[in-house]
């Protein structure tokens, strides 16, 4: 068992292989996984399982230690994370073809931010136990799987490094 | 030809299975590679190159196309960045046990920041081509190896987030 599995409120829609469509559609949409054949899709989706959740769902709760990634498949969510003084800093929003919590997925540490839904939010899941099965079973799959996972941290790497010598730049141009 | 072959003043050492002692050496120390079984090491080290570079050696220039990423096994560099104003920020000091480069590595964009030698420096390279072929010959070395850039890559996500948040967190106290 997951620790998807233990999120109140949401509704299990089985394997993702009648998702392999809109999972199309959406990579077609955003160039994630287009090294994918659609049969690697199809092998890839076997792994995974859909959910639906209603608004207001803590998909991903900040702290927790889990141990699942998400595709976001329909509907939107607020990234969110605690600050200094216990208020919720609003991070961002995804919405489809957006991929959430690779990091705990790979480290199992706890998470970074909270993932709410702002509608009924349909997604597909890959947790950690179907990432080893993938793996060992599908190993052209899975090599292809975590190279498109180090591109992805990899982006968001380069983005976070700029926007951090951006706002170091701006205080030291401050405190002169 | 690797862009590690363009780089002036640098001794090539050939393939890194003579120093699989210190990259064990280095391991125990620093918990990188940690999964990884003795002769799955000397496999990996198969696919690797050493060299070795003197006192301010640019081993990667910001900027460039790379395509491989360093193990440090002996010596410093500094990691340097260009400001907005075209100035040299140091951004830190690399030493034994640490990887560089992996970004460009995985995703062939320009380099984010350079590493200058501030000693002679001995190191060992694997570049794109060599983990293709890691990949595809040794798929079980390769699967271990994407794992533990991954874990990297992820580390330093999180800690860049970590300071982009309190750099954040600092502007906007200043500003009230």
């Known amino acids: 068992m997951s620790s998807i599995d233990r999120i109140p409120n949401i509704e299990i829609l089985g394997d993702a292989v009648p998702f392999v469509g809109r999972i199309r559609e959406i990579i077609e949409a955003i160039h994630l996984f287009e090294d994918f054949e659609p049969e690697e899709l199809t092998g890839l989706a076997r792994f995974m399982r859909c959910f639906r959740a209603p608004l207001g769902t803590e998909i991903i709760r900040e702290g927790d230690t889990g141990d699942f990634m998400v595709l976001l498949l329909d509907g939107n969510v607020e990234i969110v994370k605690k600050d200094v003084r216990g208020g919720a800093q609003i991070m961002g929003n995804a919405g489809p073809g957006k991929t959430l919590g690779e990091m705990s997925l790979i480290d199992g540490e706890p998470r970074f931010a909270s993932c709410v839904a ?3 939010v349909t997604f597909a899941v890959l947790d950690r136990e179907s990432l080893s099965r993938l793996i060992a079973e599908e190993p052209h799959i899975g090599v292809k799987l975590m190279m498109e996972l180090l591109m992805l941290l990899n982006q968001r790497l380069r ?15 401050r405190i002169r």
């Open 118 to 120: 702002l509608d009924s």
């Open 159 to 173: 983005s976070v490094s700029s926007q951090l010598l951006d706002c170091m730049e701006a205080r030291r141009s």
